[in-house]
């Protein structure tokens, strides 16, 4: 059974595979009007989502299929009287391919170990593979090709979306330098950065963690930056956090260091004066639009994969 749990475990060639796909589904979407069609996708939310849940919902959709919303919040699961391998199992009866927007890494991994149809990571404290496939597809459409490229990541680098960048440049070729405070709290982990150098080593890319931003951004054809407060950080954190990643803050002077032509990337949900500032966001290198719509192109042509992966195997 295929599943998408971690970048790490796919290939370049099937990565590759799949934007390609995705590029076919967002030039003809009236050619997959069918393809899902008596298909149902559960949806599993222990986090709360926008992207996430209206691009898979929608795509299902589009593309002839049912989804179904399932918040964990209201079920027994969370009361205890429920455990996630009984919970996979029943489901893998009743659906085609599940989707889970969880808060374990370990949970999602357990859904695919037992279910016994496709599973999705979308999204756990440690990867966020759908999103960062998005991006990829945004960025080969903006520069027509990735290997090659040198994309810098500013912020809180110990998150999923750094995690699956890290994989996703490196699988591709692209340079990844991490702009990021020291220290283990904001720091990438340790495996996910050894991994993402083995990859890099064969693909000819390199990977930089570094705590000076504009040695992270200089010269760089794509600026990256994320949330400071990730779902999983307490609220009573928020002013040192702020006070810690300021210095990592996107705007006009850092974007300057980056090539000529670097387009501005954030996953979203973004805070103007946070992260970045509005001049940035808001200005005419800013692909953050193109990159949230390319969410709704990526779930569909990942759907698609596993379920004929799943019809062939």
């Given at each position: ?5 971690t970048?790490?475990?796919w290939s ?9 796909l ?7 979407p009236a050619?997959?009007?069918?393809a899902?069609r008596?298909?149902?996708l559960?949806?599993i ?17 589009q593309?002839?299929?049912h ?10 699961l969370?009361?205890?009287k ?13 659906v ?27 999204l756990?404290n ?24 040198a ?11 750094t995690?699956?960048?890290l ?5 591709f ?7 990021c405070?020291?220290?283990e ?9 050894a ?39 307490p ?5 040192s956090r ?9 705007n ?18 973004a805070?103007?004066?946070y ?5 940035v966001i808001?200005?005419?290198?800013s ?9 709704l192109?990526?779930q569909?042509?990942i ?11």
């Open positions: 059974m295929k599943h998408l749990i970048l790490e475990n370049s060639a099937e990565l590759a595979a799949l934007l390609d995705a590029d076919r589904v967002k030039a003809a050619d997959y009007r069918d899902m008596r298909k149902t559960l949806m939310f222990e986090k709360p989502s926008l992207r996430t849940r209206v691009s898979f919902e929608t795509g299902a959709t593309m002839g299929g989804a179904i919303f399932y918040d964990l919040a209201h079920s027994p969370s009361s205890g429920e455990n996630v391998a009984d919970l996979v199992r029943v489901v893998s009866r009743y085609d391919i599940i989707m889970g927007r969880l808060f374990d890494q370990a949970h999602i991994e357990e859904m695919a170990r037992l279910a016994s149809v496709p599973v999705i990571n979308a756990t440690y990867e966020h593979p759908c999103q960062i496939l998005a991006d990829l597809q945004t960025i080969r459409e903006k520069k027509g090709a990735l290997k090659g490229l994309l810098a990541y500013l912020g809180d680098g110990n998150n999923n979306v995690h699956s960048l994989f996703g440049c490196a699988k070729g692209m340079d990844i330098r991490v702009g405070p020291k220290g709290e904001y720091e990438p982990l340790d495996t996910v950065l991994s993402a150098r083995k990859i890099a080593k064969k693909t000819g890319a390199s990977v930089l963690v570094t705590a000076d931003a504009a040695e992270a951004a200089r010269g760089a054809d794509i600026v990256y930056t994320d949330s400071w407060m990730s779902y999983h950080i609220q009573h954190k928020q002013d702020v006070k810690v990643f300021t210095p990592f803050q996107v006009a002077k850092l974007m300057k260091l980056a090539k000529k032509d670097a387009i501005f990337m954030n996953c979203l949900p805070v103007r004066g992260e970045q500032t509005a001049d808001d200005g005419p290198q692909v953050v639009f193109d990159q949230a719509e390319n969410r192109h990526i569909k042509a759907m698609l994969h596993l379920l004929d992966a799943c019809r062939n195997s």
